[in-house]
Every structure is written in C-alpha cells, then in structure tokens.
C-alpha cells in the first residue's frame, strides 16, 4: 500500500497543505487509509508566520542551532521511521502564476506521482539552495507550489485528489511536461521595480529568462531575490 505524507506549513503562514488534508477529510474519506498529515514548522504556524529563527526549508543539513534546524531532523526522522513512499511538501504562494512541481529532477522517488498528477510545469532546481531544502535531502519529496487564492478553491483541491488517487492506483499512464531548469535567482538589484512589475511567470522575458515564483511575495520581504529564473525550458513525454 502506498503511503504518503501530506506536509503542510514548512512555512506557517501556508495552508495548502492543511486545506488539502481538511478537504479529504470532508469529501474523499476513501483516501484517509493512504495519506498522513503532518504541519512542517509548529510554531511559524501558531504565529501565522513563515519562519521563527531560519527558513524551515533551508535547515535541513543545519547543526540543531535553531528552532526549525530542530524541527527539520525531526521531520526527516519522521519521514525515515514510517517508511513514506511520497512526500508532498504543499507551499502556497501569493505569487501569480498556475501550481508548479519544484524537485531536483524527475527522479525515481517521484517520477510515479508527477505522470499521475495534472500539474504540467515542473522548475527544476538546479541552484545551490536545493542543498538545504527537504527536496535536497528526501528522495521521495515534491515541491508543490499553488497560488494562495487558488488553494481555496474546491477545484484546485479536487485535482490534487485526483492526483493523489490515479498515484495510489498506479493509474499514472503518460503524460507531457514541461521542464523550467533553475539555476539562478533572481537579484532585486537585477531589475528596477518597473521591469518586475512586467514579468509574468513561465512567460519568456525580454531578457530571455522565464521568471519563476516571481511576485510580491516572501522572497521579496525576507532575501534579496525576487524569485528564480530558467534560461531553458524542455518538453518532455513520461
Ligand atoms: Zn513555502
């Protein structure tokens, strides 16, 4: 039997996670055997705010100094002890632009839930952020990405019960993706508040650059990017 982890709020100010799980409760009892829900970063999510000491999502290879380097050993230990064979780590964004898969490749571990999943637009990570992050350090773990207001919504939630229904079922058949290759992120001090205001989410950009998780969103408060960058984007038959 497939189990899967739902993790939601590695940042405490992000519901999809916890909307999704509150929605198979509700609607799709018949998944309840297969999926556990587990909230990423306690108390951010008391606090209804994204991090306390570090980023939740950057403190996976950390030495235990903060709260969420804590909380990261505990979650893979977590992850390790009840022998998950997918993780889905649900963020939501306030950027705009459709949901995406973050992962470091179409790698075994994920390859299953991807074809089985409706989502098209995978950004592979290719930046040295991916280190620290659960993706870096969890073979079985998937990004996904939904804008905020979208997560609300019945549709979005039923689809991602779809998803997780066809994977369950190894009801996966083909699918075509597209691939966004990261490398780079991109630098508040690379464009002038006029040109972000231009940038659209996977629409090429005068400067040839796809922007990715591009918006007013926490990257802007809390680094000094803005979002990610691909240079190259790939279609591929699963
Ligand atoms: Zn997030």
């Not at 000491?53 to 804590?70: A, C, F, I, P």
């Not at 804008?147 to 689809?159: F, G, I, P, W």
């Not at 019960?161 to 079922?169: A, L, S």
């Not at 996977?202 to 990610?228: A, C, D, M, W």
């Amino acid at each position: 039997m497939n189990k899967i982890l739902l993790l939601g709020a590695q940042h405490g100010n992000e519901l999809l996670g916890i909307q999704l799980y509150e929605h198979i409760t509700r609607k799709r009892p018949q998944m309840l055997p297969f999926v556990t829900y587990k909230t990423g970063n306690i108390q951010a999510r008391k606090q209804n705010v994204r991090y306390i000491e570090s980023d939740l999502n950057r403190s996976y290879t950390g030495k235990s100094r903060t709260y969420e380097e804590r909380r990261a050993k505990r979650i893979l230990k977590y992850i390790i002890q009840n022998k998950f064979d997918l993780v889905l780590d649900l963020h939501t964004t306030t950027c705009e632009q459709p949901p995406c898969f973050i992962a470091p490749g179409i790698t075994p571990g994920i390859e299953h839930f991807i074809r089985a999943s409706s989502i098209t637009r995978i950004v592979q990570m290719n930046h040295s952020i991916i280190a620290s992050s659960l993706i870096g350090n969890c073979v079985q773990a998937v990004s996904i990405e939904v804008n905020r207001q979208e997560a609300k919504t019945s549709v979005l939630l039923d689809s991602l019960c779809d998803d997780i229904e066809r994977y369950i079922h190894g009801d996966t058949g083909t699918a075509v993706k597209t691939i966004y290759h990261i490398n780079d992120l991109l630098k508040k001090t690379e464009v002038t508040d006029e040109e972000a205001a231009t940038l659209r989410n996977f629409h090429r950009s005068p400067q040839g650059y796809y922007p990715i998780l591009v918006g007013e969103n926490s990257y802007k408060k809390q680094t000094e990017y803005l979002g990610f960058k691909a240079y190259k984007s790939q279609t591929i038959h699963l």
